[in-house]
């Protein structure tokens, strides 16, 4: 095969090619070429990673400038905020760049005395030093994992020998905080002390601490009320203790609702009283002890039965009064003494604070729900929060109608949207398939209108005719011949003649 040849045999092709083959051809060979052009471009395109991002409009033309001076590929993206290079070549670039001096936010901090400058005035040199002291603070605040950027402002009062004549430092720091990320009070303290440690004779007053949304950081350490105390308070913790309870209790009270009539037509609020108050209780029990020690003492006797006159006088010694009458007996006299060593039992009742004084329970059901027992729910509010009476528990069961015109709107708008987004795949699909059939119609009319020239372009087979079968037909074609002439002769004759062909036709039909 001749290469040379191929051209004209292209060209002979094209020329045999139909208006529709033509169409087809061309638009086959367009669809392979722009698909073959986005597959290599695909391939061959390299993949991209970003060198700095979150640029400001300087800094990402200097970097630019940069990259296209030493011919290297970059693309700009995220509205000429991020600028992003071959992934193979980005640490290498940023410490290239670095030792230039060219990084996003990268000033010079004390290194702008490494270079001696002569004849140099005190101005000047106070504001070197402020824009080096600023620098360096920024880079100490930026090392902070929550913050992405940062700028310091110092005002720095100009050295007098008159006190009077000094003015005040201060300072101002604006901080970009990375996305999802917020500075605790105490890295907001150690800003403020890094300042108040590098700045001579600035005080906590001139310090003011903001972020890029204007909100002031450091406002609590101006008024002496630290967050992170008032966060550790007992009344903080005891507001927290109660929402979790309350919480815990509407969520209970969801998980049982929710099954039985279904989301959204039910509300619970659970409101609940703490008693923070300390108790301790001391209760004291003398229990019975085992016997020590046991002394009996018995006596026993008689008596004469002497009595004198009742008074004072027969009592006395000497007296000698006759005993005018009394009678005479015997006694006997027992005593026991037993010692025991009792026990005691002391038992101390200490309540901590957080004990549930009393549980109030609400809970709404739509009125759109046909069946509502009240009872049943009572019931089921009374077992998930523990309900106890004798301690003043509550529980409201009411129905209401619901509003859900917001609701119904955002999902009438959910629908529409998600309808569209199937209609718009359904449309896609339809063109898809569309022209695929149309590339399917195209090629089958392609191969069948080439293989219909192929078969006319093939020679008819020759078919070996008989010798006799020649001759017979020569002498038919020579009858057919003269027969074809006779007829001619006739027609001649009749137009010449007509009268005389009339007459003999005439005779023939008589006959």
């Known amino acids: 095969m001749n290469?040379?040849?191929?051209?004209?045999?292209?060209?002979?092709?094209?020329?045999?090619?139909?208006?529709?083959?033509?169409?087809?051809?061309?638009?086959?060979?367009?669809?392979?070429?722009?698909?073959?052009?986005?597959l290599t471009s695909f391939l061959v395109r390299p993949n991209y990673?970003?060198?700095?991002?979150?640029?400001?409009?300087?800094?990402?033309?200097?970097?630019?400038?940069?990259?296209?001076?030493?011919?290297?590929?970059?693309?700009?993206?995220?509205?000429?905020?991020?600028?992003?290079?071959?992934?193979?070549?980005?640490?290498?670039?940023?410490?290239?760049?670095?030792?230039?001096?060219?990084?996003?936010?990268?000033?010079?901090?004390?290194?702008?005395?490494?270079?001696?400058?002569?004849?140099?005035?005190?101005?000047?040199?106070?504001?070197?030093?402020?824009?080096?002291?600023?620098?360096?603070?920024?880079?100490?605040?930026?090392?902070?994992?929550?913050?992405?950027?940062?700028?310091?402002?110092?005002?720095?009062?100009?050295?007098?020998?008159?006190?009077?004549?000094?003015?005040?430092?201060?300072?101002?720091?604006?901080?970009?905080?990375?996305?999802?990320?917020?500075?605790?009070?105490?890295?907001?303290?150690?800003?403020?002390?890094?300042?108040?440690g590098s700045v001579e004779g600035l005080s906590p007053e001139n310090i003011h601490i903001i972020d890029t949304r204007g909100n002031v950081l450091n406002d609590f350490l101006k008024n002496g009320s630290d967050p992170e105390q008032m966060a550790?308070?007992?009344?903080?913790?005891?507001?927290?203790?109660?929402?979790?309870?309350?919480?815990?209790?509407?969520?209970?009270?969801?998980q049982f609702l929710t099954p039985v009539y279904g989301p959204g037509k039910t509300v619970a609020m659970?409101?609940?009283?703490?008693?923070?108050?300390?108790?301790?209780?001391?209760?004291?029990?003398?229990?019975?002890?085992?016997?020590?020690?046991?002394?009996?003492?018995?006596s026993s006797g008689s008596s004469a039965g002497s009595a004198g006159a009742a008074g004072t006088t027969s009592q006395l010694p000497g007296s000698d009064y006759p005993f005018m009458g009394g009678s005479s007996g015997e006694y006997s006299q027992e005593k026991e003494i037993k010692n025991y060593e009792n026990g005691k039992e002391v038992t101390v009742i200490e309540q901590p604070p957080g004990a549930i004084k009393r549980v109030t329970t609400s809970?709404?059901?739509?009125?759109?729900?046909?069946?509502?027992?009240?009872?049943?729910?009572?019931?089921?509010v009374a077992a998930a929060i523990g309900y106890q009476p004798e301690r003043g528990d509550e529980i409201i069961v009411q129905t209401m109608p619901f509003d859900t015109s917001a609701q119904d709107a955002l999902d009438a708008q959910e629908a529409e949207l998600q309808k569209q987004q199937e209609q718009k795949r359904l449309y896609t699909l339809i063109g898809i398939g569309a022209a695929l059939l149309i590339l399917l119609i195209i090629g089958l009319r392609f191969f069948?209108?080439?293989?219909?020239?192929?078969?006319?372009?093939?020679?008819?087979?020759?078919?070996?005719?008989?010798?006799?079968?020649?001759?017979?037909?020569?002498?038919?074609?020579?009858?057919?011949?003269?027969?074809?002439?006779r007829t001619k002769d006739l027609k001649e004759m009749a137009k010449q003649n007509p009268s005389d062909v009339a007459q003999i036709i005439k005779l023939w039909l008589k006959e």
Not at 234 to 242: N, T
Not at 282 to 294: H, I, K, N, P
């Open 448 to 485: 069948i209108s080439r293989r219909r020239r192929a078969k006319m372009a093939e020679p008819e087979p020759v078919v070996p005719v008989p010798v006799g079968d020649i001759e017979e037909q020569a002498q038919q074609e020579v009858a057919a011949a003269d027969a074809a002439d």
């Open 232 to 254: 550790n308070s007992a009344v903080e913790q005891q507001q927290l203790l109660r929402e979790n309870i309350q919480r815990s209790y509407e969520k209970r009270l969801k």
């Open 49 to 196: 990673a970003p060198l700095f991002k979150h640029l400001e409009v300087q800094e990402a033309g200097k970097i630019a400038e940069t990259l296209k001076a030493q011919n290297i590929d970059y693309r700009i993206t995220d509205q000429g905020r991020t600028i992003e290079v071959p992934e193979e070549k980005v640490y290498d670039l940023r410490m290239q760049l670095a030792s230039e001096g060219i990084l996003p936010g990268s000033g010079q901090g004390f290194e702008l005395f490494d270079q001696t400058k002569l004849a140099q005035t005190d101005f000047e040199q106070q504001v070197v030093y402020q824009r080096a002291l600023q620098e360096e603070l920024r880079r100490s605040i930026t090392a902070l994992d929550a913050v992405e950027e940062a700028r310091v402002h110092l005002v720095l009062p100009t050295k007098s020998v008159f006190i009077e004549e000094e003015g005040t430092a201060s300072a101002s720091v604006v901080l970009k905080l990375k996305p999802l990320s917020k500075l605790t009070p105490s890295q907001v303290r150690g800003i403020n002390d890094l300042l108040i």
């Open 270 to 298: 659970v409101s609940v009283e703490l008693d923070f108050s300390k108790a301790k209780t001391t209760r004291t029990e003398v229990l019975a002890g085992q016997l020590v020690s046991e002394q009996t003492e018995s």
């Open 363 to 380: 809970v709404i059901v739509d009125s759109s729900v046909e069946t509502v027992d009240r009872e049943a729910i009572q019931r089921i």
């Open 3 to 38: 290469l040379r040849d191929l051209p004209a045999r292209w060209k002979e092709r094209w020329q045999n090619f139909t208006q529709a083959q033509k169409i087809a051809a061309v638009l086959i060979s367009v669809s392979i070429a722009v698909c073959l052009f986005y």
